[in-house]
């Protein structure tokens, strides 16, 4: 028998395990409010992702970009730049609906533990003084901006050695990913315990704001979907964008929804980008990057649930810091992990823009987790079927404008 639900717990997909970890923590929370050895599993799962995130963050975007390649195609250039261009105007949507609808969640400290900036110039500063921290210090001090910083230097310089060195370093962010999806995979008994301590020491009340949590988080990836992306295409092409930016959010968005993964999609956007009759030399080489750095969905999860912490701890973030947080949400997205969740992991890089301490930073990590049944979903569907588009957009735009789609 045990052997048999053992079986059918390794068949079940991780949002089926999570939605059960759920289930299973509030009516524990119900039945056993006073068993604290269950609030441990939430402990062990938040330590294990706290002990990971900094390793992660630099090897991804270290190798990310080591593995860029001299000489390739104009039109490559434009897929590159409508990437970067798509994931910080996805990271300004996130601002501006927090701004409009704040939220705020549960987190187990007071504000008083956080040192707050006093507005731009504090946060610029403290940003140049965390961007040439020293890269051990910032990896065992979890200083993420340090790390991100050093990531690109590294991933910059790396462009220059040769191939076997290049091999190593996507090797290592290779194991590191396989590590973070070990950890991942244990989430269902972490959210137990996590939904556990929430509800047994404050109830259901507290799991309000994760509803309107979740809500934002689908509103700003809705619009930047069906409005965002349309519009940066229209630009492109001048005609009705829409007939594009729904074949590819049919084909690549519904399969990248249930797949969770960018990475786990990426046959499904060549053999859309074949059908679309584009380059080969141009989508095999966008289409796996844009799985890496393309990352529109990351970066609203990350600026929402930034700012969902900030407004909690009582942080006022004026719009020139917003701008620096988008910049910073940005680049961190291009470093998000091909495994469901990974952008989660680099939230605390944006916290710490604020002052917000590892420990917290990682609270707001684990109820991104418990909304991520949904949330991840979304966001890889909205990732992956942006790769296709403007893929096809960067190309498209150099045909006449008769055998544009």
Known sequence: M?????????????????????????????????????????????????????????????????????????????????????????????????????????????????????????VLSNLLLNLVDNPINALTKANYIGILSWAVVFGVAMREASQQSKELLRTLADITSKIVEWIINLAPFGILGLVYTTISGKGFDALKSYGMLLLLLLGSMALVALVVNPLIVFIMFRKNPYSLVWRCLKVSGVTAFFTRSSAANIPVNMKLCRDLGLNSETYSVSIPLGSTINMAGAAVTINT??????????????????????VVAAISACGASGVAGGSLLLIPVACSLFGIPNDLAMQVVSVGFVIGVIQVSCETALNSSTDVLFTAVAEMSTWPKEKRY
């Not at 048999?4 to 289930?23: D, E, F, P, T």
């Not at 930034?306 to 810091?321: E, K, R, Y």
Request: charged residues 10%.
């Open 305 to 326: 649930l930034t700012f969902a912490a900030a407004n909690t701890l009582g942080i006022q973030v004026d719009f020139g810091t917003a701008l620096v947080l988008s």
């Open 2 to 122: 045990f052997h048999r639900i053992l079986s059918a717990w390794n068949r079940a997909n991780l949002i089926k395990r999570i939605s059960i970890g759920i289930v299973t923590g509030a009516l524990l929370a119900l039945i056993f409010p006073q068993a604290s050895a269950i609030s441990l599993l939430g402990q062990i799962f938040v330590g294990g992702l706290k002990a990971i995130a900094p390793l992660l963050v630099f090897t991804l975007v270290a190798n990310a970009l080591s593995q860029h390649q001299k000489g390739q195609k104009s039109s490559m250039k434009t897929v590159i730049i409508l990437y970067l261009i798509g994931t910080f105007a996805a990271a300004l949507v996130a601002v501006l609906a927090n701004y409009i609808f704040p939220v705020t969640i549960e987190l187990t400290a007071a504000s008083s533990e956080v040192s707050p900036p006093e507005g731009i110039g504090q």
